[in-house]
C-alpha cells in the first residue's frame, strides 16, 4: 500500500511557474509508475502527466505539453510536478496518484493523495 501527500500548491499570477511535489509512504515507492491529474469542480478528473517507475519515461496532456515536467526520486520517495508558464484555465486542485501499470488512465491509479488547490490569476 502507498500513502500519498501533496504540497506546494498556492496563487500564482499567469506566466508564473509552481513546483508541486508528492511525498509517498512505503518501501514499494519505486516499482510505482506515478501519475498527476487534475479537478475542477463540476468536471471530471483529468489526466496532466505520468512517469514510470525509473523516470526514464513521461507522458502530457496535450493542454501542458512543455509547460509542465514530471519528475521523480526513488531514494526520496518523491515525485515532482513543476509547472512552468501557468495560466488561469490551470487552476484546478491536482492530485498525485500511483498505479502498477504506466496509464493515461485514472481508473488504473489505485492510490490517490488528498489533493493541493493551484490557482492561476489573470
Known amino acids: 500500500q502507498v500513502q500519498l501527500e501533496e504540497s506546494g500548491g498556492g496563487l500564482v499570477q499567469a506566466g508564473g511557474s509552481l513546483r508541486l511535489s508528492c511525498a509517498a509512504s512505503?518501501?514499494?515507492?519505486?516499482?510505482?509508475?506515478m501519475g498527476w491529474f487534475r479537478q475542477v469542480p463540476g468536471k471530471e478528473r483529468e489526466f496532466v502527466g505520468a512517469?514510470?517507475?525509473?523516470?526514464?519515461?513521461?507522458y502530457y496532456a496535450d493542454s501542458v505539453k512543455g509547460r509542465f515536467t514530471i519528475s521523480r526520486d526513488n531514494s526520496n520517495n518523491t515525485v515532482y510536478l513543476q509547472m512552468n508558464s501557468l495560466k488561469p484555465e490551470d487552476t484546478a486542485i491536482y492530485y498525485c496518484?500511483?498505479?502498477?501499470?504506466?496509464?493515461?488512465?485514472?481508473?488504473?491509479?489505485?492510490?490517490w493523495g488528498q489533493g493541493t488547490q493551484v490557482t492561476v490569476s489573470s
Open positions: 512505503g518501501r514499494t515507492f519505486r516499482s510505482y509508475a
Open positions: 496518484a500511483a498505479s502498477r501499470i504506466y496509464s493515461v488512465s485514472r481508473n488504473e491509479y489505485a492510490y
Open positions: 512517469i514510470n517507475w525509473s523516470g526514464g519515461n513521461t
